[in-house]
């Protein structure tokens, strides 16, 4: 009796985790934009990316990415999840970007670069 209270416990708890952490995953804003951009800069040239992904619950309309002194066409609709991978271009400078969209988005996003460990590609 005694062990089928604690497995019913245990279950209650791990269940509530998987609850929890998915829930948590949920957009709570209608619309909102994550921006990831990173350099990885190697001996002989620079590798970079930015990530535009939609995390609001309601599409984003004309999303606009401007790397300084060139910008990417722009972006009509991003549905919600939906994300796009882009590549500055090059002779750009990879300090910032700024992004924009309808709704009052606006994200000044700094680049970053990856962690170099030793005996890692590029170190």
């Known amino acids: 009796m005694r062990l089928m209270l604690v497995v019913a416990v245990a279950i209650g708890?791990?269940?509530?985790?998987?609850v929890?952490?998915?829930a948590s995953a949920l957009p709570t804003k209608d619309y909102d934009l994550s921006v990831d951009a990173m350099k990885d800069q190697q001996s002989l040239f620079t590798n970079a990316r930015v990530i535009v992904k939609n995390t609001g619950k309601?599409?984003?309309?004309?999303v606009?990415?401007?790397?300084?002194?060139?910008?990417e066409?722009?972006?009509p609709v991003l549905q919600p999840g939906e994300s796009r991978s882009l590549s500055p271009p090059e002779g750009v400078q990879l300090d910032f970007v700024t992004?924009?969209?309808?709704?009052?988005?606006?994200i000044v996003q700094p680049y970053r670069s990856p962690i170099k460990l030793p005996g890692m590609i590029g170190s």
């Open 99 to 106: 992004v924009t969209a309808d709704h009052g988005i606006k």
């Open 20 to 22: 929890a952490m998915f």
């Open 73 to 75: 066409p722009v972006i």
């Open 13 to 18: 708890i791990v269940v509530a985790a998987v």
């Open 58 to 62: 309601l599409p984003l309309e004309n």
């Open 64 to 71: 606009l990415v401007d790397y300084g002194n060139e910008k």
